[in-house]
């Protein structure tokens, strides 16, 4: 049976087996928009996207939450969640940014977030990064920070799931993580009661790691006693760690470009990067190299937008036109350029990201 870790890092390879093993649709709607995340096939599986893609199409409401546990500082990968809820609130979504300071201090061991104020600290990086992103502050709330109403749903979410159920998805019945399953429930179902948006399809896109706090979500909606829709999901492809073969992480920092890294950091680690080039010089430029397995290429894809130079790349690497040096040059400009740019607004953003997550 294949397992899916909610809070692991072990990377998912056959696809195509775990969709069916969970009852995944393979996702096909990627003519909904011509972004680039769609175009280059980052999302892979979806439940019930169908009333997602209705109510971009007939123009109705519908509403998206995402979230990210404050853990540590963001990297790449993160970005790509955000990138997605950036072009989701584009195509019409009513949409909320969960930082979630609560669940990262209940979730995870004391050596990472040994207190609650920690995970604050953490939150207002967070926070800042999220809107020099693009996010606008008033998407964006702390789980610290919120309503009765909230507090209220999350308690009754917990009268509908079993000591068992929660032993069967997760495999454990921790209760630092059982609180925080509680919190990302009700960060997802609450934003369809009164007092925020209303009723309405929801959106959530996750990996495929996630799928346990999906499945638990849309669960849980048909149990409870409110007017709501049953959430829809969708899954997109994680970003790899830096090296060969394994995921990103954030308490592996080689694994990853961080968003606060300084340039000299970024390109240490570019300089490092595994990439699918030859042996030698003479060896790439007479038979190419594989773009499919490079990690250089990888970070283009998830975050470079210009089809034009994704494609040149792929087939410069692809002829033996372009060499590992030359590429990864390319990488740390564009990479250098972006992280200034980004690091410029995200000290702008602070003192915003300050009132958001202590809400003075
Ligand atoms: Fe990767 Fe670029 Fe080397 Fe091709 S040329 S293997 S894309 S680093």
């Given at each position: 049976m294949t397992k899916i870790d909610a809070w692991g890092s072990n990377k998912i390879t056959n696809y195509k087996h775990v969709f069916k093993e969970f009852g995944l649709n393979e996702f096909k709607?990627?003519?909904?928009?011509?972004n680039y995340l769609f175009k280059r096939k980052i999302i892979i599986a979806e439940r019930d996207f169908s009333k997602i893609s209705n109510a971009i199409k007939n123009k109705k409401k519908f509403l998206q939450l995402t979230g990210i546990a404050c853990s540590g500082d963001l990297h790449f990968g993160h970005k790509v969640d955000v990138d997605f809820f950036n072009l989701f609130k584009r195509l019409g979504a009513e949409s909320k940014f969960c930082i979630c300071d609560i669940d990262g201090y209940v979730s995870r061991p004391d050596s990472k977030v040994a207190t609650i104020e920690v995970a604050k600290e953490v939150a207002v990086r967070n926070v800042a990064d999220l809107i020099a992103l693009g996010?606008?502050?008033?998407d964006i709330y702390v789980q610290s920070q919120k309503e009765k109403e909230y507090y209220q749903l999350t308690y009754e979410i917990s009268k509908k799931i079993t000591q068992n159920t929660f032993q069967a998805i997760y495999g454990h019945v921790d209760l630092g993580k059982m609180s925080a399953v509680l919190l990302q429930i009700a960060d997802i179902l609450h934003v369809q009661l009164p007092f925020m948006f209303g009723k309405a399809p929801t959106i959530t896109g996750i990996g495929l790691d996630q799928d346990p706090h999906a499945r638990i979500t849309r669960d849980v909606s048909k149990k409870i006693n409110y007017n709501i829709e049953v959430p829809s999901f969708f899954y997109f492809i994680h970003q790899s760690?830096?090296?060969?073969g394994n995921k990103m992480s954030t308490s592996e920092p080689n694994t990853a470009v961080f968003l606060n890294d300084s340039l000299k950091e970024m390109e240490k680690k570019i300089n490092k990067t595994f990439t699918g080039g030859r042996d030698t010089l003479e060896e790439q430029r007479a038979k190419g190299a594989n773009p499919d397995i490079c990690k250089v290429y990888e970070m283009f894809k998830f975050h470079n937008t210009d089809d034009k130079f994704l494609d040149k790349t792929y087939k410069d690497c692809k002829s033996g036109n372009l060499l590992c040096g030359e590429c990864k040059n390319n990488c740390k400009k564009w990479l250098g350029k972006f992280l200034t740019e980004h690091q410029t607004k995200v000290k702008k953003a602070l003192p915003t990201a300050k009132k958001i997550v202590y809400g003075k």
């Open positions: 709607d990627y003519n909904l928009t011509d996010v606008k502050p008033k760690g830096l090296k060969e």
